[in-house]
């Protein structure tokens, strides 16, 4: 093998993603991969006020006081509330976030922070 042979071979990686046949123009296209969501539950109980879990929610949610409102009562009514739906990771985040908001002044049994959870959406 010459070495102007030797030169014009030359290994190409190709990246790992999803590739489709679009049917209109009968080309692939590459897509990336979805990320299944998660909501971020968190839990009704008795040593929380309605104030600290509506300023959670628009701390670190950044809702508007109407929506954490409407959050908190349905925690209030129905056991527990969907705080947000986004990927795994974030909702990982926002629950330690949750977590590391400590107990509400306001109630003397309080006792630390209000519960958190995530779980797939179904």
């Not at 009968?26 to 006020?49: C, F, L, M």
């Not at 990771?89 to 400590?102: D, F, P, R, T, V």
């Amino acid at each position: 093998m010459g070495k102007m042979e030797q030169e014009s071979m030359v290994a190409v990686a190709t990246p790992d993603v999803d590739k489709r046949i679009a049917p209109a123009q009968g080309k692939a296209k590459i897509q990336p991969r979805r990320q299944p969501p998660y909501n971020v539950i968190i839990w009704n109980d008795e040593s929380h006020t309605y104030e600290y879990v509506i300023e959670l929610l628009m701390e670190l949610f950044g809702h508007p006081f109407e929506k954490a409102f409407q959050i908190t009562d349905t925690v209030h009514h129905t056991g527990r509330g969907i705080a947000m739906t986004t990927h795994r990771e974030l909702a990982e985040l926002k629950c330690e976030q949750i977590h590391s908001c400590g107990a509400d002044w306001r109630m003397e049994k309080s006792a630390g922070p209000i519960h958190a959870t995530i779980e797939p959406v179904e």
